[in-house]
């Protein structure tokens, strides 16, 4: 049975830090306010499945006083017409003053989305401060190109931010996709309109009231929470957006680029998940392959757009490596996430939960062998246990949906060749994995997969300075990186003539 936390179930709360919600309303403009209808709605708690606030509701109305704000302070404000250098210097008091409360925030990620508090308070707030740190450090290295033309003329280059941009962020990662997305649109000079997820408001609200604080101006950043059919498609249509970037499904993906096509043909960036495979190889060193196996899909409950769902592992290592990983798997912690022992917590919300055990459900109609899991855990809360199928066919819906919860498919194969064939597999191509001690191989696997990230003896390892995006119905454009700062800016052409010139 999946080892469970001494105090699972309430019966231990003293590790418990339940935060105070400060912040429930819109922000809008540097002020926190009212939605127009006044309507609000529930945030719930996964741990239990019982609402622990109700935030304003943000609509169409919302949205376009959201963009006149941010209008306004594009085209008249200070923001866009600092230095780039005082851009970062105010980006850098923000990123202090997240670390001064990332145990508040940590906990607000906790009971909105089921965040394992200590991973999100020392790992997860602190990576995304520097994230904030590392544009804020490009914010003064904005350059333009000086060119040379066959012509009397003489050329150059200017990067000029975008202008408003439109971010719609899920619910999964509510803090690192946040500052994935708001940090280079910053340090460009742009200005934003963010709707976080309806599950995950609290702490975007947060982070906008310590924005305010470092002394983001008015009207930079402005976040309102709500529902996609309202607030993010009035995102996503409006005329006075310049730009949108969008985290989430495929369909809601397509349905934001028909809104830009239909209102003012806005570019959009776009990461719609995945179903990546981890490829074993025989020569791999099995311990390690099983741990990465495991973290490459029960990280963050497997709420992840990268999570390993799709293993392979060559033929002659097979069972002994299903034997370890079975066995590792029976043993994982679940739990309140606020308890340090636990290693995976409650799924995001009621939906994703119901989602997953279909799919589990889905699984063992089809035939596949269910070696572990496949339960809840618990009386109340969204707790599923660690799930491995075997005997799955690479047709089977568990093996081609993103199921997006802790739902492992394990497959055999006998050469590169058919591990290439059925990594690519896939509608998807956003990550994968290889493991093996052959150089030859791992080059021959990387260049032959086709997604836009390749993990080598490693999974989930990221960074501010490596491009992060897709492949096919992943998605196109990229976040992290220098690619990402220059999503949101434009490059403008300047010729003037050179008269009399003696070197022409």
Known sequence: MTGLSDSFGGHDSSFLKMPTIKF????????????????????????????????????????????????????????????????????????????????????????????????????EIP???????????????????????????????????????????????????FFTKVSPSLAAGCTMVLKPAEQTPLSALFYAHLAKLAGIPNGVLNVVPGFGPTAGAAISSHMDIDAVSFTGSIEVGREVMQASAKSNLK?????????????????????????????GILFNKGEACVASSRVFVQEGIYNEFEKKL????????????????????????????????????????????????GKTVGSKGYYIEPTIFSNVKEDMLISQDEIFGPVMVL??????????KSANNTKYGLAAGIVTKNLDTSNTMSRSIRAGIIWINCYFAFGDDVPFGGYKMSGFGRDLGLEALHKYLQVKSVVTPIYNSPWL
């Open 127 to 177: 990576a995304a401060t520097k994230t904030l740190r590392y544009y804020a450090g490009s914010a003064d290295k904005i350059h333009g190109n000086v060119l040379k033309m066959s012509g009397e003329f003489h050329a150059y280059t200017l990067l000029e931010p975008i202008g408003v941009v439109g971010h719609i962020i899920p619910w999964n990662a509510p803090t690192s996709i």
């Open 267 to 295: 570019p959009v960036s776009l990461e719609l998940g995945g179903k990546s495979p981890l490829i074993i190889f025989d020569d791999a060193d099995i311990d390690k392959a099983v741990e990465l196996a495991l973290i």
């Open 326 to 373: 079975v066995k590792k798997a029976k043993a994982w912690v679940i739990g309140d996430p606020f308890d340090p022992k636990v290693q995976q917590g409650p799924q995001a919300d009621r939906n994703q939960f119901e989602k997953i055990l279909s799919y589990i459900e889905h699984g063992k109609r089809e035939g596949a062998t269910l070696l572990t899991g």
């Open 411 to 420: 497959m055999k194969f006998k050469t590169i060749e058919e591990a290439i």
């Open 24 to 123: 429930t309303k819109l922000f809008i403009n540097g002020d926190f306010v009212d939605s127009a209808s006044g309507m609000t709605f529930e945030t719930i708690d996964p741990r239990t499945g019982e609402a622990v606030a109700r935030i304003s509701e943000g609509a169409k109305e919302d949205i376009d006083v959201a963009v006149k704000a941010a209008r306004e302070a594009f085209d008249s404000g200070p923001w866009p017409r600092l230095p780039g250098a005082e851009r970062g210097k105010i980006m850098m008091k923000w990123a202090d003053l997240i670390d001064q409360n990332r145990e508040e925030i940590a906990a607000l990620d906790t009971i909105d989305a089921g965040k394992l508090y200590h991973f999100a308070k020392d790992v």
